[in-house]
């Protein structure tokens, strides 16, 4: 199992869960099982627990134990699944926005910049759209847009524009191809740094990631019952931005809505501060150096 992944924060993200041995909880992210395999652990026989996953790999590690349920669905379709399962409201909800360690080690899948593989990056493998279908059919101004909004790239434009001269000449079909087009543009000491960027706007469109992420925390927002515990772990700023402000304001905007008397109008309460990976956790495993974990309750 955790050659597959390994469960980043958690036991602090079990603890946030503040789970209750005969509720029902739900792990919207369950990749290589670890963190329902600990929640499970804190059940007893009343409890329940469901898994989500879009990646059909992810069912080799599929727990058997007869209070656990695996769904093969993407998280924004909570709500619909929950409702199937007569499990609303629940006392819980963990969700790990990462790519997992297998996603990003299988070569064929194509979200790593390491290895050469034709340009993929669908977490769900019989959606249509796929990173070559991006780089390759996209105009300039729609590749401009998505390397400065999801890559936060400040040469964007120059990016679409060599992505666009290099696919006149012939198609672009692997990850190494889009490198070699574009290491030009990218100064030799952060070359890492702006191709981990690059490859990261490229799988938020792919995977319509931010979307799919505000329509989860709405969802869950609903399905949790009074008191429930919502805890979300993120990777970068773009996540982390509509975690914190969805758990501060109710909004996505960071506008707290206010009700005749000025009362703050909003679904959840964060609970205690940003927790980040210890330096033993990140020294043993380093995809778990930019998490951050935020927590909120149901009003």
Known sequence: MTQYHNPVLLEASVEGLNIIPNGTYVDVTFGGGGHSKAILNCLDVGGRLLGFDQDIDAFKNALVDSRFDLIHSNF???????????????????????????????????????????????????????AFEVINKYSEEDLRALFYAYGELKNSKAIAAKIIDGREERAIESSMDLIDLLRPLVPRRIENKIFAQIFQALRIEVNDELEVLKSFLIQATTALAKGGRLVCISYHSLEDRLVKRFFQTGSFEGDLKKDFYGNPVKPLAKIGKLIVPQKEEIKVNGRARSAKLRIAEKL
């Open 76 to 130: 924004s379709n909570l709500s619909q699944y929950l409702k199937y399962h007569k499990v609303i409201p629940v006392e819980g909800i963990l969700a790990d926005f990462g790519v997992s360690s297998h996603q990003f080690d299988t070569r064929e899948r194509g979200f790593s910049t390491r290895l050469d593989a034709r340009l993929d990056m669908r977490m769900n493998q019989s959606q249509p759209l796929d």
